[in-house]
Nanobody, 124 residues
Framework: QVQLVESGGGLVQPGGSLRLSCAAS????????MGWFRQGPGKEREFVAR????????WYTDSVKGRYTISRDNAKNMVYLQMNSLNPEDTALYYC?????????????????WGQGTQVNVSS
């Protein structure tokens, strides 16, 4: 079965950077998309970024464009989220997500598999 394990969260000052990692296992992810979602205090879970496993095509929610970069390492079955210029509004529990690619670039709908999440706190 698919297992997603996030790491890399923590406390960072405004303007700082963090890199989240997601270790994926349990199947071959060719034909899948891998993504990141987040849920801030008192907020609903929201889409952050997604990447296609095979081609590496990526897309982002508007609030993180230019600051976040999603990437994957196919050989290691890893997905990363590089987060720069962090601000307090980025504070959230960040989840790794995976599912079959629908063919729709730009989709914000989550896939069926979730990790447990890693907490990111941006505060001075």
């Amino acid at each position: 079965q698919v297992q997603l394990v996030e790491s890399g969260g923590g406390l960072v000052q405004p303007g700082g950077s963090l890199r989240l990692s997601c270790a994926a296992s349990g199947r071959t992810f060719s034909g899948y998309t891998m993504g990141w979602f987040r849920q801030g205090p008192g907020k609903e879970r929201e889409f952050v970024a997604r990447i296609t496993w095979t081609s590496g095509m990526a897309w982002y929610t508007d609030s993180v464009k230019g600051r976040y970069t999603i990437s994957r390492d196919n050989a290691k079955n890893m997905v990363y989220l590089q987060m720069n210029s962090l601000n307090p509004e980025d504070t959230a529990l960040y989840y790794c997500n995976a599912g079959p690619f629908s063919g729709h670039y730009g989709s914000r709908s989550p896939g069926e598999y979730w990790g447990q999440g890693t907490q990111v706190n941006v505060s001075s």
